[in-house]
């Protein structure tokens, strides 16, 4: 059995009774009930996850991960497709947007090699990077698909290795990611996924005028047409439409699901990661945190999809991690919430021992 599979096997629903403790607390507390919304369902919600009212979040981590993709040939991006590396370059280097949020949250910043054009490996030997490279980007997915079935399992699995990796000193995972071109397999992917029209999904990315946008849609028709990826099947629709980096970040959502661990999804390409990771396994969901609604208009339609709220809209079109780092402050917020604010009893027997 893979690992895959084997992982699959370890990821179940919340835990309904820590759920129903948490919900208890939470109902008896010193402040007009559910006074403060969204941030008491997500106390709920991470009790549910990791099966304890007192949810552990403090070890955090934003593990961004990049790879390139052969439809830039299209013409789909402003930037080529040497940013990528550059980017990564600035990454380790501290000096990216997700750095600097990063450490305001207290977050560790992951950067994972999983299928960048070029060579990366000094910066793996240097143990500055994690190298999963499954290929040298991805094929053109307008002319095919964009990796083989078995390249598309390698890349999930990469993912899911990174969070058994990580389990024992990571509390809190958050998802990142960098790759020239990704808004256009990740709106190939939505399109799959949501049934949505393309012309409803299709943003524009780095910044397209209005006849870049049209041709982007026109070459997301056609890799549609070409492909005509299965929307049940979730390798299927990575193989066929996905991208490297897109895959792992499915891999660490699973791999962190199976682990019983909070994952706060980014934007718009981790959400199509996310896309992918719940259709392999529908439970995963349960352990997925959105983080903010991104400016790409497909954006929404994608969190319908995954059943989840996002916690920020600030018109973040960033990716990287930053809005996970972000939204980790929240997830603190929650946890404090639950486990610090008195209860009416709490309240009097304190105002009674003064």
Known sequence: MGLLKRTLQNIYPQDSDSRDRAKERLDQLALPHWALGDLMDLSMDLAGITRSIDPPVARKAIVTMAGDHGVVAEGVSKFPQEVTPQMVY????????????????????????????????????EGKIINKKVGLGTDNIAKGPAMSL???????????????????????FGTGDMGIGNTTPSTAIAAVITGKPLAE??????????EQ?????????????????????????????GGFEIGGLAGLIIGAAAHKK??????????????????????????????????????????????????LDLNLRLGEGTGAALAMNLVEAAVAILTEVATFEEAAVAEADK
């Open 90 to 125: 600035n990454f380790v280097n501290g000096g990216a947007g997700i750095n600097a949020l990063a450490r305001q949250a207290g977050a560790e910043v992951i950067v994972v090699d999983m299928g960048v054009a070029a060579d990366l490996k000094q910066l793996a030997a």
């Open 150 to 172: 078995a390249m598309a399992t390698r890349s999930v699995e990469a993912g899911i290795d990174i969070a058994n990796d990580l389990a024992d000193r990571i509390d809190l």
């Open 262 to 311: 909070p994952v706060v999804v980014d934007g718009f390409i981790s959400s199509a990661a996310a896309l992918i990771a719940i259709t392999i396994e529908p439970f995963v969901r349960d352990y997925i945190i959105c983080a903010h609604r991104s400016m790409e208009p497909g954006h929404r339609a994608m969190q319908e999809k995954l059943g989840c709220r996002p916690l």
């Open 213 to 241: 946008l049209a041709h982007k849609i026109k070459v997301l028709e056609t890799i549609l047409e070409c492909n005509k990826p299965d929307p049940k099947d979730g390798l299927d629709i990575l193989a066929k439409v």
């Open 201 to 210: 999904l299709t943003g524009r990315g780095t910044g397209l005028d209005d």
